[in-house]
């Protein structure tokens, strides 16, 4: 080789080598300046077999989700179960976040992202009481404009860690579920009253009634009918076969105020399985009924044939309908209407022919 293609070379080499140091300069221009944090987990070494307390607290309301042996209760509904699958959703979920996004921030913008005492704070906590990690959950985030942020779904959500006050993190995940509200982790399982036999209702005012049958497949009887009256056998079908779908909305807090129970509509209410339900319907709190219940009585042990099945689930639910009857319920205004209806709205309307 001779001296001229060498130093030839040598160039060629030089400006190579000098176009890759300006390509990996360029490309590390092009990388956000949080490169390093993207993708990072944001609540380091978590795990679900770890965390014995959720705790949520928002500007007007605080729950805690704790876990107890046969599953999650919340303390401030003393102890009522919680769906554990909801919790167990919302666990998972916590420990998946990872880091998108990350900006520095100050005081102005954490008041604008919902990040100050505004937001919602989130407190894990391991057995006895050992801290797992806090987050504050701020404003949604959208890639896209909305028409109306607080009913649109989100893109993700604008997070802050506590111990990095200077700092905003987007996340992917819009946490639906961090709500310090009751209704929204509640197992909803009501009381049913299936089969019903006697249906008796005594309103807080307006005159009672009761209708009765002797079987399941019998017509149902108006009590005390009077002369030219006829019960309306749906609307009689209806308001028994609606206590068979009711609808657990909430728990009332224990200092509930003005719920009506203290001169409730009584419904009284007997099946065919042997069992006896007293019923509590107070006042309304928006959509909802304050409902208090007992039931007594037990469903038979032997039977066979087509009811075998029915029956045994009937038994399976009678420990939770105990439960449900040491707390003050919230069921839908809908799913008592056809229960709660007047005497006179029972009985099949007069023809008011005008004749000819």
């Known amino acids: ?20 140091l300006v390509y990996q300069y360029q490309e590390r221009a092009r990388r956000p300046e949080n490169a390093a944090t993207l993708g ?33 209760v919340i303390a401030e509904r003393r102890g009522f179960p919680a769906e554990v699958a909801k919790v167990r959703e919302f666990a998972l979920k916590l ?28 407190e894990l906590a391991g057995a006895g009481g050992k801290p797992l990690g806090r987050l504050t959950v701020g404003k949604k985030y959208f890639r896209r ?10 893109d993700g959500r604008f997070v ?36 019903v036999k006697t249906l008796e209702v005594r309103p807080a005012s307006g005159s009672p009634w009761r209708i009765e049958r002797a079987k399941d497949d019998a017509g149902w009887k108006l009590a005390r009918i009077k002369p030219g009256e006829k ?11 609606s206590l068979s779908l009711l609808e657990l909305t909430d728990v009332a807090p224990d200092d509930a105020k003005d719920t009506g129970l203290d001169k ?20 309304l709190a928006g959509d909802n009924y304050y409902v208090r219940f007992s039931s007594s009585g037990s469903a038979p042990e032997e039977v066979k044939g087509p009811d075998e099945e029915r029956l045994k689930k009937l038994r399976e639910r ?11 319920l919230l069921i839908p205004k809908s799913k008592l209407e056809d229960t709660l209806k007047p005497r006179a709205e029972l009985l099949e309307k007069k023809n008011s022919g005008s004749g000819s």
Do not use: H
């Open 1 to 20: 080789m001779n001296a001229r293609l060498a130093i030839a070379l040598v160039v060629l080499l030089t400006l190579v080598g000098g176009a890759a």
């Open 40 to 72: 990072r987990p944001l609540l380091k070494d978590l795990q679900v077999a770890d965390i014995a307390s959720i705790k949520i607290t928002e500007p007007k309301a605080t729950l805690t989700i704790q876990r107890k042996d046969d599953g999650w």
């Open 95 to 122: 420990i998946g976040l990872k880091v998108g996004q990350s900006e520095p921030i100050g005081d102005k913008d954490r008041a604008r992202l919902g990040l100050d005492e505004r937001g919602t704070q989130l």
């Open 145 to 154: 404009e909305v028409e109306n942020p607080d009913k649109a779904p989100a």
């Open 160 to 195: 802050a860690l506590p111990a990095e006050a200077g700092t905003v993190y987007v996340i992917s995940e819009p946490l639906q579920q961090a709500s310090a509200k009751s209704a929204d982790w509640i197992d909803r399982t009501s009381f049913e009253v299936e089969k």
């Open 231 to 241: 019960l309306d056998i749906s609307r009689a079908n209806a308001a028994s076969y």
């Open 264 to 283: 409730p509509t009584l419904v009284n209410a007997t099946t065919l399985d042997g069992l006896t339900y007293e019923i509590k319907v107070g006042s």
């Open 318 to 328: 009678l420990p939770r309908e105990k439960l449900l009857s040491d707390y003050v």
